[in-house]
């Protein structure tokens, strides 16, 4: 009997809200960070302590809200993570004081994390099938990188009409207005998005045959028991240090390789168009490859980027050199954030149980949201300004590529056959 899947609408949903749902925590402080500062009248060190309390509420969503994903549909899931992240945008729109603020980031991480997360990766499974879960991650990983840019262009060109000044003038009152209509029109669309999911993201099978009545103990046993899902921790924990290790790669450029900010934006631009790029491309040919063997690939694709810049033999001399290396550290760390969750299904992970998985898996997995910025940065801090402290980090880089190389190999040799 031919399997039957879930409609492309599906997968469009599915994307768009994937990334919607992020836009006002981090995606808008990312790309106006300036601006929020001065609007919320915040130091650097308060906005981190925001972004603290949101990682602190992750942290226990992820196990709490993973069994959630395996007892309810996923688009009701994910429609309501929308309305309620959507409405911690009204109150941010407010400017509130430092406490209030804390207090919606915290909510923010509740709605985006014990609602959404593990069912949006349930979903993408769904999609998938037996057959498509390359592709399937893939997309998902592509499409919300594309989704992220066109938000943050959207932002930009909202901010710029409701100037009444050029930014370079404009006064602290008018910026604030503007960026209130910013907020507003994420908040509007992630609502309208939530509307579409709700009633159009449905699957051709039985939504019922991938839910379960209960979650117990036994349950929760019965996924730690799976190897894969070990190796899954390591795996995602490892390629995730390299996600965030990206982060000083316009740094290097402005530090090292002596460009002036203009230029090394230009680096932080290109990765941003090497995200959707990649697991796009991934997505075609995942499923025609062996899955597990091309994440391992690029376990080693993104070893050879760390290692590149960590040997020290990249300078200013060296331009061709240094793009070579971008795009090989981007291609390795892209592809690895759109393979990880595409091989549950050869890791023989029960479709039914994939929350309860995704929430275990995910608090290991991405523990370097705590550890990985401050580690970086004492690095870079020890050398500021240096060559010798980037090569640190990258040294860093390298040994966790290496760690996830050789748990991808495991997992490789274990299911890949």
């Known amino acids: 009997m031919k399997e039957t899947k879930p409609s492309w609408l599906y997968l469009l ?19 106006f960070r300036p601006t929020v500062l001065d609007v919320l009248e915040l130091e650097n060190v308060e906005l981190g302590l925001c972004f603290s309390v949101y990682g602190l509420v992750a942290m226990v969503s992820y196990v709490l809200g993973g069994p959630l994903a395996d007892k309810y549909q996923p688009r009701k899931l994910i429609a309501i993570a929308l309305w309620m992240t959507a409405l911690g945008g009204l109150i941010f729109a407010q400017y509130p004081d430092m406490w209030v603020l804390q207090i919606v980031y915290g909510w923010w991480g509740f709605t985006t994390i014990f609602l959404f997360w593990a069912a949006m990766i349930k979903a993408t499974r769904i999609w998938g099938g037996t057959n498509s879960q390359g592709k399937a991650f893939g ?3 592509g499409g919300r990188g594309l989704t992220g840019g066109l938000f943050s262009l959207l932002g930009v060109v909202v901010f710029s009409f409701f ?5 370079e003038v404009a006064d602290l009152n008018d910026r604030k207005e503007a960026f209130t209509y910013v907020i507003y029109s994420a908040s509007i669309i992630i609502i309208l998005i939530g509307i579409l999911v709700w009633f159009f993201m449905k699957s051709d099978k039985n939504d019922e045959k991938v839910t379960l009545e209960r979650i117990s103990w036994n349950e ?4 730690l028991k799976l190897p894969s899902v070990w190796l899954l921790m390591v795996i995602i924990l490892c390629g995730y240090v390299g996600y965030k290790i990206t982060d000083i790669i316009s740094q290097y450029a402005e530090e090292v390789m002596l460009y002036n900010q203009v230029e090394s934006a230009k680096v932080g631009t290109l990765l941003q168009f090497l995200r959707p790029a990649t697991g796009i491309l991934v997505g075609l040919i995942a499923d025609k490859l062996k899955i597990t063997w091309l994440l391992f690939v690029s376990f ?16 200013p ?13 981007a291609a390795g760390v892209y592809a690895i954030r759109a393979l990880y969750f595409g091989v549950m299904q050869v890791g023989k992970i029960p479709m039914t149980l994939t929350g309860t998985a995704v929430g275990l898996i995910s608090l290991i997995g991405y523990t370097p949201d705590v550890f990985a910025g401050p580690a970086y940065g004492m690095l870079l801090d020890a050398h500021p300004g240096e ?8 040294w860093m880089l390298s040994a966790f590529a290496f760690v996830g190389g050789l748990a991808a190999w495991v997992y490789q040799r274990k299911y890949g056959r």
Do not use: C, N, Y
């Open 13 to 31: 949903l599915l994307i768009l809200s994937g990334e919607a749902i992020f836009i006002l925590p981090f995606v808008f402080p990312r790309v």
């Open 139 to 141: 997309f998902l990983d």
């Open 163 to 167: 100037l009444s000044e050029s930014p």
């Open 220 to 223: 929760i046993k019965q996924v």
């Open 300 to 315: 080693v694709l993104t070893l050879i980027g760390g290692l590149l810049f960590a040997s020290g033999v990249i300078a």
């Open 317 to 329: 001399t060296t331009t061709l050199l240094f793009f070579m290396s971008v795009v090989v550290i």
């Open 387 to 394: 060559e010798l402290g980037h090569q640190h980090v990258f």
